[in-house]
């Protein structure tokens, strides 16, 4: 990373919810991150699962980040007061066709048909590997079908701030790279490179359930054409007091509820910090 290449970053909801506590805690990284380093933070709404995603809670999510006072780079912050905007995934699908054609130019993008029970799990996390059983099969192929891109095997490093060098084996612990899935949608690992290279973002912090998908991002930026670098940093999520990952069907720990109960900004912030409500509740 060159020293005069000034930092970009994003916070990227999926708006499939309501803005909850875990997004609070890692909105809290993004922009103590940008803080430390001077970068700018765009924020992106990744609204490419159209069967999950919808406009109600993306205008939910805005209205609670403001709220909040987490203010991002107003460019992208305005642009998603209207459609079409550059910061809405749904609204350029033309950017995804262009880059998947351009994957096409330079690697095997096949039609796939296999199960997830037909994969191997092999992955550092248990995560399945995909053998590569349909390389080579056109993506008219008949049934339902993913488009597969065939990745480099290939050892890659990316710098991480908080984790240290991450270094993946991509091709050896996930295999090919699914870049549309069934329902004819462009997938997240697909949206996600795509985004990032168009943005300029070049310091990606999210939470550390997608260290994994680093290596293999970095190969499909490349075949993208991408030149520049990008560091991360990797951070903790936040746990249900029973050990789940904090997610959106904890209706309790959504910032709309705690701002119902009477709870300020100042104090759902505060409880972000501590990992949760529960101290709160306990408390009283
Ligand atoms: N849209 C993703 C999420 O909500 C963000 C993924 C990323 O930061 O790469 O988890
Ligand atoms: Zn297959």
Request: aromatic fraction near 6%; proline fraction near 6%.
């Amino acid at each position: 990373m060159t020293a005069d290449k000034p930092f970009i970053t994003r916070f990227a909801p999926s708006p499939t919810g309501e803005l909850h506590l875990g997004h609070v805690a890692h909105a809290l990284c993004v922009w103590r991150v940008a803080r430390e380093l001077n970068a700018t933070v765009l924020i992106r709404m990744e609204d490419h699962d159209r069967t999950r995603c919808r406009l109600e809670y993306e205008r939910s999510i805005l209205a609670d980040l403001d709220w909040l006072g987490f203010m991002p780079d107003p460019v992208s912050r305005a642009s998603l007061e209207s459609s079409p905007s550059a910061f809405r995934q749904s609204d350029h699908p033309e950017r995804y066709a262009d880059a998947f054609a351009q994957l096409q130019r330079v690697t095997d993008v096949y039609g796939c048909t296999c199960t997830r029970t037909m994969m191997e799990t092999s992955g550092p996390d248990g995560e399945r590997r995909y053998p590569g059983t349909c390389r080579g099969m056109p993506l008219d192929r008949e049934g339902r079908l993913v488009a597969r891109a065939r990745i480099p095997g290939e050892e890659t490093l990316v710098e991480d701030l908080l984790r240290g060098p991450l270094l993946h084996q991509p091709q050896h612990d996930q295999g090919d790279v699914a870049v549309r899935d069934v329902f004819g949608q462009w997938t997240y690992q697909f949206c996600v490179v795509v985004d990032d290279m168009h943005d300029g973002v070049n310091l990606i912090v999210r939470g550390e359930d997608l260290a994994p998908s680093t290596g293999r991002q970095w190969l499909l930026a490349r075949m993208l054409g991408r030149t520049e670098p990008f560091i991360t940093a990797h951070h903790p999520l936040l746990y249900t007091a029973d050990g789940r990952k904090l997610s959106k069907r904890d209706r309790s720990e959504t910032v709309r509820a705690m701002r119902d109960k009477g709870m300020t900004a100042e104090e759902v912030i505060a409880a972000a910090e501590r990992g949760g409500t529960q101290g709160v509740k306990g408390e009283k």
